[in-house]
């Protein structure tokens, strides 16, 4: 089992640009989250589905958007890449939002903004 | 606000000699308590859940304990393979299923 993959593993990207961070699990796990991870703020959530079409916002979701068509893939797109959008995306699942659960997380995507 | 904090940010430690790590937190509320692990390059690994004051969860070398204000991960005889950055984090009863995590400590084994 795969669990949860993140692509790409690594961007170099031009600000001004837009990007989207791809996540798919193969656990069948209702919540998926976003996190940022940045030295000396730890892990921030960005955005967070409990379930297949639904959304919300984090601590961070500034310049970032979700969507969840479906159970499996949670895609992160940075519609106009800033400097500051430099950092470590984790995406990350647990069995159910509303359920007291661990969270599993992906690889990461390192993400650098020129 | 409901906040994390971790201490040390970094330890030092010989192979074999046992310490502590400390997680203190404010939260309206506690669902639930969590240790992850985290390689270099690598995403969090879960490690424990703590739900209730007293609680005592333990994994080979490592076992957490849970108070009211604070969370300790105890560390007996590490090894190099300990080596790691540890992560604490609270699940709030208003923040259903979302974690508030430290900034975590990274701990350094040397044989």
């Known amino acids: 089992t795969a669990g949860i993959t993140q692509a790409p593993t690594s961007q170099i990207l031009a600000a001004g640009r837009s990007m989207t961070l791809r996540c798919t699990q193969d656990m069948r796990h209702n919540a998926m989250y976003w996190y940022r991870q940045d030295l000396g703020l730890g892990l921030r959530l960005i955005h967070y589905s409990n379930t297949a079409g639904t959304t919300g916002k984090g601590e961070v979701p500034d310049g970032y958007s979700v969507s969840r068509a479906n159970t499996d893939d949670f895609p992160l797109t940075l519609a106009s890449a800033v400097p500051s959008q430099t950092s470590v995306y984790f995406c990350?699942?647990?069995?159910?939002?509303?359920?007291?659960?661990?969270?599993?997380f992906g690889p990461g995507t390192r993400l650098t903004v020129l | 606000e409901d906040q994390v904090t971790q201490s040390p940010e970094a330890l030092r430690l010989q192979e074999g000699e046992s310490s502590s790590l400390n997680c203190s937190y404010t939260?309206?509320?506690?669902?639930?308590l969590f240790w992850y692990r985290q390689d270099p390059g690598k995403g969090p690994e879960f490690l424990f859940t703590?739900?209730?004051a007293g609680e005592e969860k333990e994994k080979e070398r490592l076992k957490a304990t849970l108070t009211k204000k604070e969370s300790f991960l105890h560390i007996t005889a590490p090894k190099p393979e300990d080596s790691a950055t540890y992560l604490c984090?609270?699940?709030?009863?208003?923040?259903?299923?979302?974690?508030?995590f430290g900034q975590g400590t990274t701990l350094q084994v040397k044989p």
């Open positions: 984090a609270v699940q709030a009863a208003s923040n259903t299923g979302k974690l508030i």
């Open positions: 939260v309206s509320g506690l669902r639930g």
């Open positions: 703590l739900y209730s």
């Open positions: 990350a699942s647990s069995e159910g939002g509303h359920i007291l659960n661990e969270q599993f």
